[in-house]
């Protein structure tokens, strides 16, 4: 009994390190921002950042726009510098470098384009992190870029650009007696996608639950990916 006991120990004591190397802050390479340090850099200075793609918007011209984080933030890759064999390698997950310069656009905060990344060993898909509570809150801006999840909304108003599908569908939502503005950007998720044809069924009204990237254009402009009643 008494080895099973102390068997028994080890196993919790291993896994509880494990958790601990899997919660804790990834230390960056050398030359490379932590989240902190790129957050508080001034616009226009040079960053260079670690961190995992969650999603890509579609390659062209030698440019790819990227969504990513590590385990402290989020960042907006604007059109980075890349060929189309090597943007076939940004899955989810994926762990890059990038350097690049801070850019602000509409209160977007970016790496500008013209970028440039290497692949790197390492692989993390970030939890969407339910951040209902933050709405209408300042603290909301220190989520930006960050994958998220915002529950009980309810639909207001369902915009297509340019006035039919196969562009961006911009739609506000309610809560608590406040509007908010999200985006289906068809860049990200096009019209064969679940969330376009999800999006395509919505009627004012109707109350869901939403996921997406915490983009900024003049305030809020969440990019969803997943839209669920």
């Known amino acids: 009994m008494k080895k099973f006991l102390a068997a028994l120990l080890l196993l919790c004591m291993a896994f509880s390190c494990a958790m601990a ?31 995992y793609v969650q999603a890509t918007q579609s390659w062209w011209d030698n440019k790819i ?12 890759l604007y059109e980075m510098t890349c060929s189309e064999e090597d943007a076939a390698k940004l899955v989810p997950g994926t762990k890059i470098k990038v350097t690049g310069y801070k850019t602000e656009w509409a209160g977007e905060v970016e790496v500008d384009s013209g970028s440039t990344f290497e692949i ?30 915002f529950t009980g909304l309810t639909v207001e108003k369902i915009e297509y650009k340019n006035g039919e599908p196969g562009d961006d569908i911009y739609l506000t939502f309610g809560l608590n007696g406040a509007s908010y503005d999200f985006c289906v950007e068809r860049y990200l998720t096009d019209p064969e996608t679940e ?29 969803i990916t997943n839209i669920t009643k």
Do not use: C, R, S
């Open 65 to 76: 726009t990227v969504y990513a984080q590590d385990m402290e933030g989020g960042y907006f």
């Open 21 to 51: 190397e899997t919660t804790a802050p990834e230390a960056k390479g050398e030359g490379v921002m932590t989240y902190a340090e790129y957050a508080a850099a001034e616009l226009q200075a040079e960053v260079v950042i670690e961190a």
């Open 120 to 149: 790197l060993e390492g692989n993390y898909i970030a939890e969407a992190k339910d951040l209902t509570a933050y709405l209408g809150t300042e603290e909301l801006i220190n989520f930006q870029n960050q994958k998220a999840l």
């Open 195 to 223: 969330v376009y044809k999800t999006v395509a069924t919505l009627n004012v009204g109707d109350v869901v639950n939403v996921e997406g990237f915490v983009y900024w254009y003049n305030g809020i402009n969440t990019h």
